[in-house]
């Protein structure tokens, strides 16, 4: 069958440093069945801020694998503002009306966000008599509408209530309604009105380990990457963290400096490394400043990052407890588990039950608690081992691409349409 895949962030396989997320596993899992299908996402490279084509393009990128890009001619530099609001708006039209010029879809696959794509895909499941999958990765817009204050909450009104709309539409003309985990189902539940049925799913991310595969000659270039930004990786101990430097992390980020301090007076070879950008880039740095031991890489590449858990002491999550995260296993879980790290969860809803359950992690409520985690699991190197083999055993077990994406693409080949 010839699938529609539609998610604009994603990287594509045209970009430098190219790593697959959801979209990008699901359709090589697709393509390894035999199915045709057709990416849909913007000319806009949400992690470069810089555009491919500018202009609507259609490109092949493998056998029966083809790209659709969308340009909507404007640029965004936050994730959260009025220009991306407006992309995405756009991006909704140019989707509406180059859709109908291509042959007929035999099944669409909407990620939401965003419920403006979303209720498209609904209007061209019709036109085209087309079954229409939801696949539920954020609580939007709720979460938008709990997050905002002030005047940006009394001002964002309208806006909430046209994406609570098209959400609405959208998971009533669905015919399937799936999630990364059952909380995010029930989102898409709720907005429906009705309860589960065997056509509704959850499928976690996943993540696919073999995306970042270095050589013996990478690997000792690698290791002089990191030296250069003082990371030893034959003598730190590391404890690692990558990802997106916004409130979130921001709003955890006293624990973590008070946890390194305490560190730092009896382990003066403890590294902390928070890789990534992001909006509180700036802020986060600027707390560090007198803080030697946390180290700030910047942007890294997959194959460095790979590299760098792969000698890592343990992992961080270190992100608020907001209830789409405390519902949430993010790319990042799933990365870590798969390097065989144990954890440390600020988290302590579904990302910090599983890890404590099957005993590859902890929680911590303050930079205390952090500290005394990583000091028994240096006292202990036998235990940190331990938990680090339950660690790879659960994703081996659960959360491997092959195992999610395969049962992802079994249960599409059965849904009928609504």
């Not at 990008?24 to 555009?51: E, F, K, P």
């Not at 092949?60 to 503002?81: E, I, K, T």
Request: aromatic share 12%; net charge neutral; proline share 4%.
């Amino acid at each position: 069958m010839h699938v529609w895949l539609i998610k604009l962030e994603e990287m594509l396989p045209i970009d430098d440093d190219y790593r697959p997320y959801r979209t990008g596993m699901l359709a090589s899992a697709l393509l390894a069945r035999g199915h045709t299908v057709t990416r849909w996402a913007s000319d806009y490279n949400h992690y470069t801020h810089q555009y491919r084509f500018e202009k609507n393009s259609r490109i092949q990128l493998n056998d029966n694998y083809y790209a659709m890009l969308l340009y909507s001619g404007v640029a965004y530099s936050s994730a959260v503002s009025w220009k991306r609001l407006l992309d995405n708006y756009l991006l909704s039209r140019e989707y509406s009306k180059e859709a109908r010029k291509l042959e007929p879809p035999d099944l669409i696959v909407c990620s939401m966000p965003t419920p403006e794509l979303a209720a498209v895909s609904a209007d061209l499941s019709r036109y085209f008599d087309a079954p229409l999958v939801i696949d539920a990765r954020d609580m939007w817009p709720d979460v938008i509408a709990t997050e905002l204050k002030g005047i940006k909450a009394f001002l964002s009104k309208p806006v909430i209530l046209w994406m609570k709309y098209n959400l609405k539409k959208a998971s009533k003309n669905a015919a399937s309604l799936v999630g990364i985990t059952p909380f995010y189902r029930d989102h898409l539940l709720r907005y429906a009105g009705r309860s589960e049925s065997t056509q509704d799913g959850v499928f976690p991310l996943g993540f696919d380990p073999q995306a970042a595969v270095y050589d013996a000659q990478e690997e000792q270039q690698l290791t002089g990457f990191w030296l250069a930004r003082g990371v030893d990786l034959a003598q730190h101990k590391i404890i690692y963290f990558a990802g997106r430097l916004n409130s979130t992390i921001f709003n955890t980020f006293d624990s973590s400096i008070a946890a390194i301090e305490k560190l730092s007076l009896k382990h003066v070879d403890v590294r902390m490394v928070y890789c990534g950008s992001g909006a509180y880039e700036k802020q986060i740095r600027d707390k560090a400043a007198s803080v030697p031991n946390i180290i700030f890489p910047g942007e890294v590449d997959t194959k460095a990052l790979a590299l760098l858990r792969k000698h890592a002491f343990v992992a961080l999550l270190p992100v608020e407890r907001r209830v789409d995260f405390q519902n949430s296993l993010s790319n990042k879980f799933f990365e870590y588990l798969s390097s065989g790290i144990p954890v440390l969860s600020w988290l302590d809803g579904l990302p910090g039950q599983v890890l404590e359950q099957n005993h590859c992690g902890h929680i911590y409520n303050s930079g205390h608690e952090l500290a005394g985690y990583v000091e028994r699991l240096l006292m202990n190197p036998r235990k940190r081992a331990e938990m680090g083999r339950r660690a790879l055993e659960l994703f081996n077990r659960e959360y491997d691409a092959d195992i999610v994406y395969e049962n992802f693409v079994n249960f599409l080949e059965g849904v009928e349409k609504a």
